[in-house]
Nanobody
Framework: QVQLVESGGGLVQPGGDLRLSCSASGAITTITSMNWYRQAPGKQREFVARITRSGITDYADSVKDRFTISRNNADKYTVYLQMNVLKPEDTAVYYC?????????????WGQGTQVTVSS
């Protein structure tokens, strides 16, 4: 079992910045990647960014060049999502996700989500 706790959401004006954090605990050595997803009202949850165990990163086209995923150098199971030049369409609940190795195949764990609202 892996537990994920997010923080850092809030209200920001268009063009502003926010940083989200996600800390993992529990069976952290089984984690193969940590990811951010988001879900806007009335829409499906969508992928935002990924960082793998080896540090490879990947982004959705809609956030590339504006968002950066990184991890704590001292604790690689704490990851951050730096969001710059935020747009109203970035408004969503942001969820941290961990994909973990298990005997039955990859297992997903989710955090509780943190609200990001971009509005003037």
């Amino acid at each position: 079992q892996v537990q994920l706790v997010e923080s850092g959401g809030g209200l920001v004006q268009p063009g502003g910045d926010l940083r989200l954090s996600c800390s993992a605990s529990g069976a952290i050595t089984t984690i193969t990647s940590m990811n951010w997803y988001r879900q806007a009202p009335g829409k499906q949850r969508e992928f935002v960014a990924r960082i793998t165990r080896s540090g490879i990163t990947d982004y959705a086209d809609s956030v590339k060049d504006r968002f950066t995923i990184s991890r704590n150098n001292a604790d690689k199971y704490t990851v951050y999502l730096q969001m710059n030049v935020l747009k109203p369409e970035d408004t969503a609940v942001y969820y941290c996700n961990a994909v973990c190795d298990s005997y039955t195949g990859p297992t997903n764990y989710w955090g509780q989500g943190t609200q990001v609202t971009v509005s003037s």
